[in-house]
């Protein structure tokens, strides 16, 4: 299982807080975050987390693709992985979806004082270009190698 996009993209709690406009409350002197707070930020990492692995899935690319100036047989250095920015733009967009779907359970979201959005189905092309074409096919050349050695 190919995750790149999953090890080399950080994506921190508050940017995606930020990117969803939600405000963290303070409910009590001592704490910085309440409880409910705590919980969606975990219930956020964790669909931080799933927007990469779709994002790894689709594209199909090993760390080396992401090393600018990378050639066949250099060493693999994951701090030289350059994730684009389009990639991470394409993780808060993907994630939002998931959260605002996790919140209302519903495709459409009414906005008081505006018109209601209604979600469409994800727009892959933002990341499109990175994707690996010919992973499936190589993948199934392995296998038929592998099939004429037995």
Do not use: C
């Not at 409350?25 to 669909?47: G, V, W």
């Not at 209601?116 to 199934?140: A, C, H, Q, V």
Request: proline share 4%; no cysteine; net charge negative.
């Amino acid at each position: 299982m190919i995750t790149t996009i999953y090890d080399n993209l950080t994506v921190e709690l508050d940017d995606m807080r930020q990117w969803l406009q939600i405000n963290v409350i303070d409910l009590s002197a001592e704490s910085d975050l309440t409880l409910e707070n705590i919980l969606e930020d975990n219930e956020l990492q964790r669909l931080i987390s799933t927007a990469k692995r779709k994002v790894d899935n689709y594209i199909q690319r090993p760390p080396e693709f992401f090393i600018p100036g990378w050639v066949q047989d250099d060493p693999i250095n994951e701090e030289d992985v350059v994730i684009p920015e389009d990639i991470e733009q394409f993780v808060f967009e993907y994630t939002a979806r998931l959260f605002e779907k996790r919140l209302n359970g519903v495709d459409t979201h009414d906005i008081e004082g505006a018109d209601s959005i209604t979600f469409g189905s994800i727009d892959w092309s933002l990341i499109k270009p990175y994707r690996n074409m010919d992973f499936g096919r190589i993948k199934e050349e392995e296998e038929t190698t592998q099939e004429l050695w037995y």
